[in-house]
């Protein structure tokens, strides 16, 4: 099935093998990698991304969920170059307006935060919330939940996708990391907890709660599967009970759920909130907020002692440090702020909710009408297609599709012009047309067909 690709996109064949002599395995993130060969994409428009072969796709995989406005909004594009013209450069790498325009909105937006520090990424920020909580809390351990994802790097790329075997007991994962390099360390620092049980959350965190500074989630894991709702108030009560902090990482839930995120429509309030995708309307971001009480903590008052004191007083000094050429990038926040702004006219979100149900729906309908056992798992205007029956709660949950029939199927939706990574969830964009939705459901049932043959 692979080979289907192949036949209408022999330019990206032909450019992936000249980017795989200068750039390991020809992609810039190892996630863009597809079999047999990635397809080479050169024009965004709306929904639509259009390949260097001027093969059309309608785009569902949105830069991982970030241009919740499709492609080249005019609004967006227009803010970014207005930036850019009134400032006469892109960046001052000093303090300027947009960045406490843009503090102020997401204090107004999320109950969580009081006050923000921006970072380049999604990953930058989990990060960045992570070294506050430990600062702030003391303790030597972080816990996190198998299958969540919250960027590549040490402490926290562990249990995101482990092998069956090295997982563990399914109530008391292991900690597996997911890449060479990961030096021990991180592998006994991080407390691995199972997702949606709470029972068994509970047993490990009693055990562990005097090592673990902080507890990272996302409230909707991979963007797709819901904490229950017992679940993530159980887990905001324990953790307010054993002094362990609470981290919601909403880089993707932020602004898809609601303006205000999951923890708006949860109702629940973590410490500590890491934000990026939608926040910077397709441009480079993550911005973290919390409590005053803990975000003082960033503050550089006394920086300048820090830097000529000795490395015993250093320790013993009560600033973290933070820091980025590029945080707060003026023409980001310009372009962030802009898509915002289309999300608060009214009735934006609801009416790309009730387009994201609709599509459920239907695409749900003509899988049963084939008999093929399917269901959609997602929240908001992110969700994801699973070929089982059984309830999709956790990562383990996961394991019981199957993913070869749906790998077939992808391949044969590329081939039919809907892009998505093979395998990977949905996102929608205000700019998905009915046709579009049309269009799609159409596709599945000719990739079924094509399947069935
Ligand atoms: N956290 C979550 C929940 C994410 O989905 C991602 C990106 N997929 C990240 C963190 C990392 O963000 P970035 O890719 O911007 O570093």
Wanted: hydrophobic letters at 35%; a negative charge.
């Amino acid at each position: 099935r692979q080979e289907y690709i192949s036949n209408n996109t022999a330019t990206s064949r032909d450019l992936h093998e000249k980017a795989q002599e200068v750039i390991p395995g020809g992609v810039t993130a190892n996630i863009k990698h597809i079999d047999p060969h990635p397809i080479v994409m050169e024009k965004g428009n709306g929904s639509k991304l259009y390949d260097v072969d001027q093969n059309e796709y309608i785009d569902y995989l949105l830069s991982y969920g970030a241009l919740i406005a499709g492609h080249g909004h005019p609004a967006v594009f227009e803010a970014a170059m207005e930036q850019m013209r009134e400032a006469g450069t892109t960046i001052f790498g000093t303090p300027h307006r947009l960045e406490t325009v843009m503090a102020e909105k997401l204090v107004s937006l999320y109950p969580s935060i009081e006050m923000v520090r921006f970072t380049n990424s999604g990953l930058e920020a989990t990060m960045l919330a992570i070294r506050a909580a430990m600062a702030y809390a003391g303790k030597s351990k972080i816990a996190k939940f198998e299958g969540h994802y919250h960027g590549g790097y040490d402490q926290v790329l562990m249990s995101v996708n482990p092998d069956h075997g090295a997982a563990g007991d399914p109530t008391s994962p292991n900690a597996v990391p997911e890449s060479l390099g990961i030096p021990d360390y991180y592998q006994e620092n991080t407390v691995v907890l199972p997702f949606n049980d709470l029972d068994a959350t509970e047993k490990i965190l009693r055990q562990r709660a005097d090592e673990v500074s902080a507890i990272i989630l996302e409230p909707v894991q991979g963007g797709f599967i819901p904490a229950d709702q017992t679940f993530i108030e159980g887990v905001r009560d324990l953790t307010e009970e054993l002094g362990i902090l609470l981290i919601f990482d909403e880089v993707k839930t932020g602004f898809r759920l609601g303006l205000g995120g999951a923890q708006e429509s949860y109702g629940v309030t973590p410490d500590l909130t890491a934000l990026g995708k939608v926040l910077g309307g397709g441009f480079p971001v993550g911005a973290i907020g919390g409590k005053k009480e803990i975000m003082d903590i960033l503050s550089p008052a006394g920086s300048r002692d820090i830097l000529t004191a000795g490395a015993d007083q250093r320790a013993k000094h009560d600033t973290l440090f933070h820091s980025g050429t590029y945080n707060g990038h003026p023409t980001v926040l310009a372009s962030g702020l802009a898509t915002i702004e289309l999300l608060e006219k009214d009735r934006t979100l609801e009416e790309l909710f009730d387009k994201t149900n609709r599509l459920r729906n239907e695409l749900e309908e003509l899988y049963q009408a084939y008999n093929i056992p399917m269901q959609t798992v997602g929240l908001g205007s992110i969700f994801n297609i699973i070929l089982a029956d059984d309830s999709i709660k956790n990562y383990r949950d996961l394991k019981k599709a199957d993913t070869s029939l749906r790998k077939e199927l992808d391949y044969e939706l590329l081939n039919l012009g809907i892009y998505t990574k093979p395998l990977n969830r949905y996102s929608l964009s205000t700019a998905h047309s009915e046709e579009d939705l049309k269009r799609t459901v159409e596709a599945h049932k000719q990739a079924i067909e094509n399947v069935m043959k």
